[in-house]
């Protein structure tokens, strides 16, 4: 059974840091590209962040380019999001999803986790 498990999210102050962790399990990680998502309340789902199935390319959200980084570790079936400087509107639920490419369309996306919160406040 293909799943996908986000962690690490939490409550954090403005300006401090948090990183997300998705952890595949039931397929090799390196056939598939991983894209984060956010969901905020009220709002419609928004693309975060991709990493291919190398690696070697990666893509972001204009809101976050310079403050989050995506990173994947084949090895252990595990991808990566290390958020800095987070702001409030940086709140949401994040979800990790599997596709065989990068897309900016969610809806591409065959797998998906379960979510996790981030809360940015003081």
């Known amino acids: 059974q293909l799943q996908l498990v986000e962690s690490g999210g939490g409550l954090v102050q403005p300006g401090g840091s948090l990183t997300l962790s998705c952890v595949l399990s039931g397929f090799t990680l390196d056939h598939y590209a991983i894209g984060w998502f956010r969901r905020a309340p009220g709002k419609e789902r928004e693309g975060v962040s991709c990493i291919t199935t190398s690696g070697r390319s990666t893509n972001y959200a204009d809101s976050t380019k310079g403050r989050f980084t995506i990173s994947r570790d084949n090895t252990k079936n595990t991808v990566y999001l290390q958020m800095n400087n987070l702001k409030p509107e940086d709140t949401a639920v994040y979800y990790c999803?599997?596709?065989?490419?990068?897309?900016?369309?969610?809806?591409?996306?065959?797998?998906w986790g379960q979510g996790t919160q981030v809360t940015v406040s003081s």
């Open positions: 999803a599997a596709f065989a490419v990068c897309s900016a369309y969610y809806t591409n996306y065959d797998y």
